[in-house]
């Protein structure tokens, strides 16, 4: 059972009092008793929105899916208003629910979607696909306003792996499918997709297709619009289902089309993707850097000597300290030596570290290669070793760590993350500006605060940025959100006029489509728009979503 006010499954959940070092760091941080908290209402405290137009919606679906695979039920329509951003948790860790869902229908075959979505067109009906829920940018939510029956089309019964072509390195299944069924089918036959971003236990493939999702191994594997050779999509004009070719030059690429599309066009059901063999083995490692700049330029060499790990994921100053407060205090013969490193390192430079994190797989002979190329050129520019223990503990940790924002939500903190790209010459500079603004702001606020980034998704011309910040809630109540609102529009607004992309994995959703004009210019803006009102004329498909309004109205 998913959380209705908070990431993942219901029995999972980050223990502070487990983490010796990080409960008094989090404490001196923040100013604040981490024994005071502000839990979320319980759920019998609040009422759900009245659904719309039941009984017509009973009677449209009787005919199109059986009655065991759509509900009104309450506690259905609550896990799929939202997504996952801090405005979605915030507002329902309160029990403000602006609008829900009318209904929550879970099809389990291509043909009982386009049922769906040709009834839904013809009557008038709202459709919001829906995967794992994972979304953090308002991707899912319906309209506050929005006065037609709203259908949440869950794809949680269309977890099939539909075929895998060992010759041609492909596998074909249907979109409902989480991360860990998709590896696990594909391992038990020797294949692997690779793909694994921080919501992978809980996101799916149509998720990823619909957000051009990127995961921890794209340096090796690529982002998903990489992985995907042919995507079958209902939309309320007929369904799209392009080739199963390695390439077309058959004018602009359906597939890119879609990819990133974000429901507004149409329902992804299945894909054909491109998989490779399960590894052999899998390495991580921790290397440290005397400064987040020095390990920037280590990975910018191992790229563009071709030697990049499959993984890497650079930290600054900030989330270095943060990481280092995770894991337990050495004691005995390991505390010795500990400080005696920690000296040692401290006389060469490394005052205020950088951590990375490299990860290799792949065959044994093949990891062992990289390997060599990869860490004598990160030790050329000035990395030191931790070891495999530093990196294996984070693999390991890795899927716990979006869990720590329910843990300090619940003592009245804020939350956010904020990504984007640039190119290698723009990207130390513009980490550093944006830094610098939010400390500024963090500063004016009078407020104390966590800010922390790290470099992962390297290309040839540059890499990815994530920042995430913290700090107590202290705005007045009933102005939150404004306050909140304010920070991310000032990150993001350094992002746009410093060189860098509103988004890089995230998507657009409601939260960044302000800026959609800006970043596409007047007229990429309208190619998007004739796209939407060609196969979606009637505005059904996820409204409020990706575009600007006045390209959304109904023509």
């Not at 149509?206 to 191994?217: K, Y």
């Not at 058959?250 to 429901?263: H, Y």
């Not at 063999?277 to 020095?294: C, H, N, S, V």
């Not at 300290?321 to 060469?348: D, E, N």
Request: net charge negative.
């Amino acid at each position: 059972m998913m959380k209705w006010w908070g990431w993942g499954a219901a029995d999972r959940s980050f223990d502070l009092d487990s983490r010796p070092l990080l409960r008094p760091w989090l404490e001196k941080h923040f100013d604040f008793d981490l024994d005071t908290r502000e839990l979320p209402v319980c759920r019998e405290d609040f009422a759900m929105p009245v659904a719309l137009d039941v009984s017509r919606l009973v009677n449209a679906l009787a005919g199109v899916v059986p009655a065991s695979r759509f509900t009104a039920d309450e506690d259905e329509r609550l896990l799929h208003c939202f997504g996952k951003s801090y405005p979605d948790l915030f507002r329902v860790r309160r029990g403000e629910i602006p609008r829900a869902p009318d209904v929550v229908v879970m099809p389990e075959s291509h043909d009982e979607v386009e049922a769906i979505v040709r009834m839904a067109a013809g009557l008038d009906m709202v459709v919001i696909p829906f995967g794992g829920g994972t979304n953090i940018v308002g991707g899912v939510n319906p309209e506050a306003g929005e006065p037609r029956p709203v259908i949440s089309l869950d794809l949680r019964a269309m977890d099939r792996l539909l075929e895998v072509d060992e010759t041609s390195h492909t596998a074909t299944m249907q979109a409902g499918m989480f991360g860990p069924e998709i590896e696990k089918q594909l391992n038990e036959r020797g294949w692997s997709l690779g793909h694994y971003p921080d919501s992978f236990e809980y996101s799916t493939l149509g998720g990823w297709l619909a957000t051009r999702s990127a995961g921890m191994q794209s340096d090796a594997f690529g982002k998903i619009e990489d992985m995907v050779m042919s995507i079958r999509m209902v939309s309320p004009s007929g369904t799209i289902e392009t080739i199963k070719v390695p390439r077309s030059a058959s004018g602009p690429s359906l597939n890119q089309i879609i990819v990133g599309s974000e429901g507004t066009l149409g329902v992804i059901t299945e894909a054909t993707m491109c998989v490779h063999p399960a590894p052999e083995t899998k390495q991580f490692y921790g290397i440290l850097f005397p400064r987040f700049a020095d390990g920037v330029e280590a990975i910018r060499a191992c790229t563009h000597a071709g030697n990049a790990p499959t993984l890497l994921r650079m930290s600054d100053e900030g989330e270095t300290q943060f990481s280092f407060h995770l894991k337990p205090p050495p004691t005995g013969l390991k505390a010795i030596v500990s400080k005696v490193v920690k000296a040692w390192l401290a006389r060469r430079g490394f005052v205020s570290p950088a951590l990375m994190i490299a990860g290799f797989e792949g065959s044994r002979v093949e990891v062992a290669r990289r390997k060599r190329a990869s860490f004598a050129e990160l030790k050329r520019h000035g990395g030191f070793m931790l070891g495999r223990g530093v990196g294996e503990s984070w693999s390991a940790e890795k899927f716990n760590l979006p869990y720590i924002r329910d843990a300090v939500m619940d003592r009245g903190v804020r939350v956010d993350v904020a990504e984007t790209a640039t190119t290698w010459s723009n990207l130390v500079a513009l980490h550093e500006k944006a830094t610098r603004a939010m400390q500024d702001r963090f500063k004016a606020d009078g407020n104390r605060s966590y800010l922390g980034c790290h470099l992962s998704h390297a290309y040839e011309t540059g890499a990815c940025l994530y920042f995430t910040w913290a700090a107590p809630q202290v705005a007045a109540k009933g102005a939150e959100l404004d306050a909140y609102q304010g920070y991310k529009n000032l990150i993001t607004e350094v992002f746009m006029s410093e060189g860098g992309t509103v988004s890089h994995h995230h998507a657009i959703g409601t939260e960044h489509r302000a800026w959609m004009r800006r970043e596409l210019g007047d007229t990429g803006i309208q190619v998007l728009g004739a796209l939407k009102h060609s196969l979606d004329p009637r505005r059904i498909m996820n409204p409020g979503k990706l575009l600007p309004d006045d390209l959304e109205s109904p023509r």
